[in-house]
């Protein structure tokens, strides 16, 4: 038994080290530039897979295996590690800094939520709402980081308002009564009474121990906590910079098919909207189903009438917290007006049905919507966060005591580098390592020969068996590491049967980041965990509904608006050139 506990304790060690001599006669039987490739492919993937070392340090591998079996140069892997997508994060980061430093975030949420009210249906959707709205710009972890103190600060009020009604009720509500009653009743029924009371007040007692004063408060909690990370998946599926996976498509597909110029904020966001709002309200209604029953009547709503002394207090309780954030700053202003511009740039650099800002310039081609991020993250290091000709220092700039500090910028980068996310970089560049690879080596041409069986089916049949896999794999893989496992696949696997690459590469990216049922699929549901009001059998009863409710709506998605806005129909001009014998 001592041997194996000591196997399973080196566990991750055994897979480091023995998957890569097990797999070795690989490219010593088969020494072609595919079976090489393979090797590393496969490696690199058990790593991603069993996590036996870090996601960024497994990332690293292909840049000295591809050297050492001629696959590829070392200066030509070395320029894998860091593309367009790289700017592009690092400029959304500084403006995510700035956000979280002058607390914009929190005036959001909590103004977000003073709207929708303190009923437990709408105070749900109220976080929700905020939650999705943060996650588009910010990392899903970043957002669920943020909003859960503010959700348990409410979620506590709640608890200890309940306790005090379950001790104050009994005494107040039934004195008079039981005072009448006592009167009339002999000496039995006395002695009767008295022993229900103890029965009560050890009830009372029990109950005032216990985290939460009724199921029903427990329930509340549970679908509060659940319903925030599965609003911070929603919303970074809205945009290009919403999570690492969309980042990670972005760039691999117009690496590998740079004609296409059709993937870009606007047509993402334009696509992805419908299918954040449609999943918004159905994994509300789940929610609500699930943990607060059908009375929608009695859980949402806005009447004042309606509302219990709880519900006030809970309300009184946000509207302290928010009347502690004070006026609105000025670098919360400056922040914001960023925010807008940087939005705004994005989406009117290429419409596609009007000509963009690009067009004013001679040259094409240049400018994406890294230059947008890196341009206005830049600035943020350079304007001083007092305001200008300002004596005295505005509200919400406590960091900024003296004269000297007068032009202290809106971050430093201590700010930045707290934020930044190396690792998603090092893993996504990974990523594109192990495409050039497969590329330069003529792998694609061996899996799209394997690939050529399931020629029969039709596209959508392809879609939903590429999302039920993905969705499926990402349940116990991290999400950045399942899909680029999976996207030279699925790429190889649409030339084959002369699909269009987007009709498969969308649905999977988007259905990657629905690893929702365990504390292991994603930090978000690690976090949410940590605080104690769920358990794994919660997460995986809820997530399992969500998990279906996402792929059901990527696929009529897919099927119905992405049709005209992709033109699915079409085997495209861009992908012919790369059927098959283009390779990766």
Not at 540 to 554: E, Q, R, S, W
Request: proline share 6%; glycine share 6%.
């Amino acid at each position: 038994m001592d041997l194996f506990r000591k196997l399973w304790r080196a566990r991750k060690l055994l897979v480091v080290v023995l998957i890569p001599l097990s797999l070795l006669p690989l490219p010593l039987i088969h020494p072609t530039s595919e079976a090489s490739c393979a090797y590393v492919l496969i490696v690199t993937a058990i790593y991603w897979v069993s996590e036996a070392v870090p996601l960024g340090a497994a990332a690293l591998v292909p840049a000295f295996l591809y050297p050492l079996f001629g696959v590829l140069k070392s200066s030509e892997v070395a320029a894998e590690y860091c593309k367009d997508t790289t700017l592009l994060l690092m400029g959304v980061i500084c403006l995510a800094a700035s956000i979280e430093k002058w607390n914009l975030h929190k005036r959001i949420a909590l103004r977000m939520v003073m709207v929708a009210g303190a009923k437990p249906g709408m105070l749900v959707l109220g976080f929700m709402c905020c939650t999705v709205f943060l996650s588009m710009w910010l990392s899903n972890t970043s957002t669920t980081a943020m909003v859960m103190p503010i959700a348990e600060a409410v979620l506590q009020q709640l608890i200890c308002t309940g306790l005090a009604d379950s001790l104050e009720n009994p005494d107040s509500t039934e004195e008079t009564e039981d005072r009448e009653k006592e009167q009339n009743l002999d000496k039995n029924q006395l002695e009767l009474l008295y022993q229900d009371d103890r029965c009560n007040i050890s009830k009372l007692k029990m109950r005032r121990d216990s985290q939460y004063p009724t199921n029903r408060d427990h329930m509340i909690c549970k679908c509060l906590t659940l319903s925030i990370t599965y609003a911070a998946t929603i919303g970074g599926l809205m945009t290009i910079t919403g999570t690492s996976t969309n980042l990670i498509f972005a760039e691999q597909f117009n690496t590998r098919y740079p004609d296409a110029k059709i993937i870009n904020f606007g047509t993402w966001f334009i696509f992805s909207f419908p299918i954040a709002i449609i999943m918004l309200v159905l994994t509300w209604l789940w929610l609500h189903f699930l943990f607060l029953g059908c009375k929608f009547r009695e859980t949402c709503s806005l009447s004042k009438k309606r509302k219990t002394r709880r519900e006030m207090l809970s309300e009184q309780r946000i509207h302290e917290e928010y009347a502690k954030l004070g006026p609105i700053s000025y670098p919360e202003v400056v922040t914001g007006v960023f925010f807008v511009l940087m939005t705004l740039l994005w989406f009117t650099r290429e419409p596609g049905f009007v000509p963009g800002w690009t067009s004013l310039f001679e040259k094409k081609g240049y400018r994406t919507d890294a230059t947008v991020s890196v341009l206005l993250g830049f600035l943020l290091f350079l304007i001083p966060a007092k305001r200008p000709f300002s004596s005295s220092c505005t509200t919400g700039c406590k960091d900024i005591d003296s004269e000297e500090d007068s032009l202290t910028p809106m971050i430093t980068w201590k700010d930045f580098q707290r934020l930044m996310p190396w690792e998603i970089v090092i893993l996504v560049g990974g990523g594109y390592a192990l495409a050039a690879g497969c590329k330069v080596s003529g792998l694609s041409v061996w899996i799209g020969q394997q690939l050529e069986p399931m020629s029969g089916l039709p596209p959508w049949a392809v879609t939903l068996l590429a999302c039920l896999l993905v969705s499926a794999v990402t349940e116990f893989a991290s999400n950045p590491a399942t899909l680029t496992v999976f996207l030279p696949i699925l790429c190889a696997l649409s030339e084959t049967l002369h699909i269009n690459p987007l009709h498969t590469l969308i649905p999977a990216t988007m259905c990657v980041s629905f690893g929702v049922m365990l504390p292991v699929g994603n930090p978000p549901n690690a976090i949410v965990f940590s605080y104690g009001h769920v358990q794994i059998r919660d997460m995986v009863k809820a997530g399992f509904g969500v998990n279906l409710i996402g792929v059901a709506v990527v696929m009529l998605a897919i099927t119905t608006w992405g049709v005209p806005l992709f033109n699915l129909t079409e085997f495209p001009v861009w992908a012919m050139g790369r059927n098959v014998t283009a390779g990766l």
